[in-house]
């Protein structure tokens, strides 16, 4: 996919913030409001842009990304707009992908064929549950049959369609998850999301369970049956894994989201977005203002950013290694020691692969099947030795 930088390709992330209601489990910079200035918004998105393609002429721009909060709320005319814009300030790919993530609720899945004529070629899916009670449960405001219909609408608008499902829900059982996961499969075109359940703090699913009220959750046996399922399942039907959580048919894996675990350049713009991008030889961590209020005023005085911090060579190692794990290709060991100045843990490499944890190649680490199960402790092995 790169077309270099610096070798994990370029990319743009775009925040959305709002939703139509709040889901108890997530954790994203996302927020309720009754009233949104679509023309101040679009009119801020494209200062930034302008602001950030300044800074880093002569890119090739593999993808742009539509994430939030809920980005089929935007007016397509926005998405557009932003869309060409981007394509102006810097060179698009041949293969450029446009992701925009929806909900499959009647108002989103109508504005489809409008994102389509501005530009939007992946739509990424919300649908986490397959059945009514959980969704529900979920916090979701869509049903199972408004899910298959936005679903349809949009096989028929865009050429990749994927779509998120939550496991390791409530009182799930496995075979539950193996029915859910066979009609997902039937659905499903070139990719699937699949995530376990997981309890962030801060969220009501949170503090619900900080208060014991959150029963039913699956031990970690049964969650991890559950994994072991999604991976048998998902290679049978063609979809294999190729990052933790993520399936596709060989060709079709999300562009942008392997820019962020392959460690290429990417900016982001709108609330509580963060980059990485590379200026004059220097890697820079960057930071948006949190608040959507907050962030609009920002951009009025000049810049939506608030934090930008160069990355020490070893940051930078540390992150390749923690995000390049994630994927099925695993981390070049040569480039992650020509980053930190330092060789990768010998003793770590040794018992991790003498444990069928890894594979050691010597130029490649890659995370076996079964260690993908245990991924943070492989990592924390890595940076504590």
Not at 236 to 264: D, F, Q
Not at 297 to 307: A, F, I, K, P, Y
């Amino acid at each position: 996919m790169t077309e270099d930088w610096r070798h994990g390709g370029f990319g743009l992330y775009v925040h959305w913030p709002f939703c139509q209601a709040k889901c108890p489990y997530c954790d994203f910079n996302s927020h309720v409001s009754r009233q949104i200035d679509q023309s101040a918004w679009r009119d801020a998105y494209l200062s930034e842009l302008a602001r950030t393609a300044a800074e880093t002429p002569d890119r090739v721009l593999n993808s742009i990304f539509f994430g939030g909060g809920t980005p089929s709320l935007m007016d397509p005319d926005t998405v557009a707009e932003i869309v060409q814009a981007a394509c102006n300030h810097w060179t698009p790919a041949n293969d450029i992908e446009i992701t925009l993530e929806a909900n499959p609720g009647s108002v989103e899945a109508g504005r489809f064929a409008g994102y389509r004529d501005g530009g939007v070629n992946r739509v990424s899916m919300g649908v986490q549950a397959l059945n009514d009670a959980d969704l529900k449960r979920l916090g979701r405001i869509h049903t199972v049959a408004e899910a298959r219909a936005a679903f349809d609408i949009a096989r028929n608008c865009f050429d990749r369609v994927s779509f998120d499902l939550i496991y390791a829900r409530q009182d799930q059982t496995i075979d539950q998850w193996q029915r859910e996961l066979d009609t997902a499969l039937s659905m499903a075109i070139d990719h699937l999301s699949l995530y376990q359940l997981t309890i962030e703090t801060g969220t009501a699913f949170g503090d619900r369970f900080s208060a014991g009220k959150l029963r039913g959750l699956p031990d970690d046996d049964r969650a991890a049956d559950m994994y072991e399922i999604t991976q048998s399942t998902c290679d049978k039907h063609g979809l294999p894994m190729y990052e933790v959580s993520n399936h596709a048919r060989p060709g079709s894996e999300s562009r942008h989201n392997l820019i962020y675990w392959t460690g290429g350049d990417y900016v982001g713009i709108g609330p509580g977005t963060h980059g990485r991008v590379t200026l004059n030889n220097i890697r820079y961590a960057t930071e948006s203002a949190v608040m959507p209020t907050e962030w609009l005023q920002s951009v009025d005085r000049g810049t939506g950013e608030t934090l930008r911090r160069p990355l020490s060579s070893l940051e930078q190692a540390e992150e390749y290694l923690m995000m390049g794990l994630r994927i099925k290709t695993g981390i070049d060991v040569v480039r992650y020691e020509s980053l930190a100045g330092q060789q990768l843990d010998p003793k770590a490499r040794k018992s991790l692969s003498d444990l069928g944890l890894i594979q050691d190649r010597d130029s490649n680490i890659i995370v076996e099947k079964q260690g993908f199960m245990v991924l943070n402790a492989i990592i924390s092995e890595f940076l504590v030795g």
